[in-house]
């Protein structure tokens, strides 16, 4: 990147600060008069210079032609002008003057609005280009960056550059300007006050950049330590699980307060140093007005200077201090916004960056059509030692071939080195001929899929993170001129403004057309036989019953959810299992939901009438007293409250029985405990609303055979059914819905599609029942062809940050699946699915190649380190290497039998 800001801020906004200074230029006129015009008013109508008496007139506003008289010999009038009395041209005066302020106002708001335009459409250049970059960095060195540090300098160091920008050049010209334009008209009023102005500004602008120096190493320092510090915070995040498991919390604490005190004290000396040499500014200026004062008195007095000059004088210095100011301001931004860029780009301006032409978006996509050949390759990684050495291989397209390495480590280099996520030191990668590291990745992106046992993912869902692999750039569209909107026009041209992607990020991006999948039901059904291969079929379909189902689904699942409810009921019969689920009925208690659900008897769309908000929702409470609940729903939380209190007396707080009763901690049992002593000692009349709240809140989460404490009899459970009949009238003459009431035949968006099929709950107490249930209802999904409307609510789960919201094994079945999803030509796996069982990762990898050799098109190239070495006797040849050397290749039987260290290593 360019070293100089001032240049780079010439060369990308060249156009924009030209313009601006030409903006400069014709507003400077006009500033001269507004300085002009305050003497002309207190000379002439206010002191009354020019009228004599009062019938005398005076011209206004007569325009002479510039150098006419110089030229013609008489001057030329453009226009005679008006003729006006004292009072009139007074009045004639100030309008003129307040029109000059309200131009040199708007000179302002114009200049500063394009200053800030060109700033910011700089800075997003500079973010671009460094965020560019960082794509382009090899992967092994974006392995060693802190990624905190990296997202701080592109999104905060450089923030501050976009202010100077806009003033890079318009600022110094602005200021410089009404200087200039104020010194000008200080020597036409009186010589010796722009020459003692002069002086004084000398003075300034030779000692106030002196004093400045050090403010520059301040500022330095204190944007490395805050850097340094964003870094360690990012380490602390991540390492969070470390710091807990060896108790040094304390030690993360006490480093922090010390970075704390570096920046601190930085900063401090910066203010002080700041304020000490705006004093001296300030009061190098306040002095001169002192002599103004003195000097220009004493003109005036002896009669050598009018007072309608020393106020115009004045008037002038006082607007003089600004520019004056702002100029030494700008020069130390400058040099202040120097430093800090150069300090940002340092590590953007590497030497060892991918060349800009392997990842144009202007370069076709291809195909593979040969394959892999090694040629004398080594590499060394620094403080380990030789990985590999004079490695030399060929891997064709079709075959499938399995890396064996003793250290296995030296499988993973190799495979690296394919994809290019490591360069070697010596030696040559040819990928169909030519050199894999010129290779576009247009074509080594889209033609190989690689897996790991990493199981880091992109955010979003499952579905954004299976198609973000096809979406290389977006799928040419057929536009009709004139369709672009006013907005998307006008974020077009400051793409092309600021140097970024012309590429809109809300087209469509999926390259359907590269994996044959022209319609979104062929797409659907690519990512089902992508998921079924790589074993994730089951998960996604799981985590699909435990969700809400999709909008465009709804309707389908709706239209049967009662002939779905009867045959999962019939099943459950059928299998003895009928017992495993206490299905829902208007009229009955359901003993395996709480009693504030029993209440409800749905879901709540309020979020005031969650089960866990009943006991303060006011509708709820008047009519639990008028139904005579309330009172024996306090008397059963008491007793709840009571039973807690003595189980847990006597136990300590590391007791295993806390994790049992949900939502009980020691803090909470000791406060139970605090509620159950006053109650008893003033009685259920005389207690607290707080306390009263309590156990109702208990008695609300109450289950019975989740608890077992025996306290709900058939009077309380006739009394909540009375409730729950009273709530559903009320509610459903709301104009809002407020709760979606269950029926047998009508669907319920807001519960899950499991949940939905239920229409009950599952017997808290069988060990095993919930999966032999949800097994039961995906039987009834696939019978009535719904097994697709799970599988779309699964995509749209969540994964979260890195993919967190998924098992590590999921996450790594989720790695393999997008690389299986781009048909690559070659596929790459580096033990991938590592996490998983090694019956499991057998049946998997079996699947993948027998998928690759039905594959309709062309048979892809696998290369693979298993996991279990005794996998290798699944591929067609073996690669196998010792101490980074390749010493035999061939089939896994001949070697097998031939090679007594390979059969070792596979059979151990």
């Known amino acids: ?83 006006m009395t004292r009072m009139t041209l ?22 500063n609005t394009y200053k800030g335009k060109s700033g910011e459409r700089v800075l997003r250049r500079m973010r671009y280009e460094m965020f560019d970059r960082v794509l382009r960095f090899p992967v092994w060195r974006a392995r060693q960056v802190k990624a905190s540090e990296v997202a701080g300098i592109i999104k905060d160091e450089v923030d501050p550059l976009s202010e100077f920008i806009g003033d890079a050049f318009s600022a110094p010209l602005f200021l410089a300007g009404q200087a200039l334009t104020a010194l000008v008209f200080l020597f036409a009023q009186n010589t010796l006050f722009g020459i003692l102005t002069v002086a004084v500004i000398g003075l300034q602008v030779w000692i106030i950049p002196r004093l ?37 919390s304390n030690l993360a604490r006490a480093e922090m307060s010390g970075r704390l005190s570096n920046i601190f004290f930085i900063r401090l000396e910066l203010f002080k140093r700041k304020f000490s040499v705006k004093f001296l500014n300030n009061l190098l200026m306040q002095i001169l007005s002192v002599i103004y004062y003195i000097v220009g008195g004493y003109f005036v007095i002896s009669g050598r200077l009018d007072i309608g000059a020393l106020v115009a004088s004045i008037s002038a210095y006082k607007d003089l201090p600004t520019p004056v ?117 247009a074509v080594t992106g889209r033609s190989i899929g690689y897996a790991d046992s990493g199981v880091v993912l992109p955010g979003g869902t499952i579905e954004d993170c299976l198609l973000e692999v096809l979406k290389n750039r977006p799928v040419p569209a057929q536009r009709v001129p004139g369709e672009r909107t006013a907005r998307e026009t006008a974020w077009l041209i400051e793409a092309r403004a600021s140097g970024n992607s012309e590429f809109d990020v809300n087209d469509d991006w999926i390259d359907r057309a590269r994996i044959g999948t022209p319609t979104d039901a062929a797409l659907l059904e690519h990512i089902q036989h992508v998921a079924r291969t790589a074993g994730l079929q089951g998960d996604i379909l799981e985590i699909g019953l435990n969700s809400r189902i999709r909008a465009e689904d709804v309707e389908r699942i709706a239209a049967v959810i009662g002939r779905a409810r009867t045959l999962l009921r019939d099943k459950l019969d059928a299998a003895g299992l009928a017992g495993l689920v206490e299905q829902f009925h208007v009229a009955r208690y359901n003993s395996q939901a709480s009693v504030a659900e029993n209440i409800l008897f749905g879901m709540p769309v309020d979020p005031t009438f969650a089960p866990q908000a009943l006991p303060g929702n006011a509708m709820v409470r008047d009519l639990l007293r008028e139904e005579g609940l309330q009172e024996p729903l306090v008397s059963l939380g008491l007793e709840i409250a009571r039973t807690f209190t003595d189980m847990f007396a006597d136990l300590s707080s590391a007791s295993p029985l806390f994790d049992q009763a949900a939502g009980m901690t020691p803090e909470r049992i000791a406060m139970l405990a605090q509620v159950v002593t006053r109650v008893d000692t003033s009685g259920l009349a005389g207690a607290g609303k707080a306390d009263l709240d309590e156990l109702m809140a208990l008695s609300m989460a109450y289950v ?22 009273r709530l559903h009238d009320e509610l459903s003459r709301s104009a809002e819905p407020k709760v979606v009431f269950n029926d047998y035949d009508t669907y319920n968006p807001s519960l899950t599609i499991a949940d939905n099929i239920l ?40 994964v979260g940050t890195g993919g967190r919201a998924l098992s590590e094994a999921q996450r790594q079945k989720l790695r393999l699946a997008r690389a299986l999803m781009k048909k690559p030509d070659f596929l790459v796996l580096n033990r991938a699915c590592a996490a998983l069982p090694p019956r499991e990762q057998r049946v998997i990898l079996e699947a993948v190649l027998a998928d690759a050799r039905e594959r309709a098109d062309s048979r892809p190239g696998i290369i693979c380190a298993p996991a279990d070495r005794g996998d290798v006797m699944l591929f067609d040849r073996v690669v196998f290497l010792q101490h980074g050397r390749v010493v035999e290749e061939g089939s896994p039987k001949v070697l097998l039998e031939t090679r007594r260290e390979f059969a070792k290593l596979v059979e151990g």
């Open 759 to 798: 229409f009950g709950r599952i017997e808290t107490n069988l060990v095993g029942g919930r999966t032999r249930i949800i097994a039961a209802v995906t039987e009834v999904l696939a019978e009535l062809g719904l097994s697709d409307a799970a599988f779309r609510a699964g995509l749209a789960f969540d």
């Open 1 to 83: 990147m360019e070293k100089s800001l001032l240049r780079y801020t010439w060369v990308h906004s060249r156009a924009l600060q030209i313009w601006i200074f030409a903006v400069i230029v014709a507003s400077m006129p006009l500033y001269y008069y507004s300085l002009e015009l305050p003497k002309q008013i207190i000379n002439g109508p206010i002191q009354g210079q020019g009228f004599q008496s009062a019938a005398d007139t005076q011209t206004f506003l007569r325009i002479v032609l510039p150098f006419s008289e110089s030229l013609t010999g008489s001057p030329v009038v453009v226009f005679e002008g008006f003729e």
């Open 704 to 725: 019975e055979p989740s608890y077992r404490f025996g306290l709900l009899d058939e009077a309380l459970k006739a009394k909540v059914l009375s409730a729950r009949g």
């Open 325 to 441: 100011k702002g100029l030494i301001d700008w020069d130390q931004q400058r040099l202040m916004a120097q430093q800090r860029y150069a300090n940002a780009i340092e590590d953007f301006s590497r030497d060892d960056l991918l060349p800009a032409k392997v990842q144009d978006p202007a370069v076709p996509a291809g195909r593979i059509a040969g394959g892999f050949e090694l040629r004398n390759v080594a590499f060394h990684e620094e403080g380990v030692s030789t990985r590999l050495e004079n490695v030399t291989a060929r891997l064709a397209l079709g075959e499938t071939v399995a890396i064996v390495a003793e250290p296995p480590q030296s499988a993973t280099v190799f495979l690296e080195l394919c994809v290019r996520l490591l360069s070697p030191v010596s030696g040559q990668i040819l990928l169909d001929g030519s050199e894999l590291k010129n290779t576009p990745e």
């Open 212 to 248: 400045r120096r050090r403010l520059l190493e301040l500022g330095k320092q204190r944007q490395l330590t805050a850097r340094a510090m964003a870094g360690r915070i990012g380490e602390v995040v991540q390492g969070i699980d470390d710091i807990h498991l060896n108790d040094t």
């Open 90 to 111: 007074l009045y004639a005066l100030c309008f003129v003057y307040t029109a000059l302020l309200v131009l040199n106002g708007w000179f302002k708001l114009y200049i």
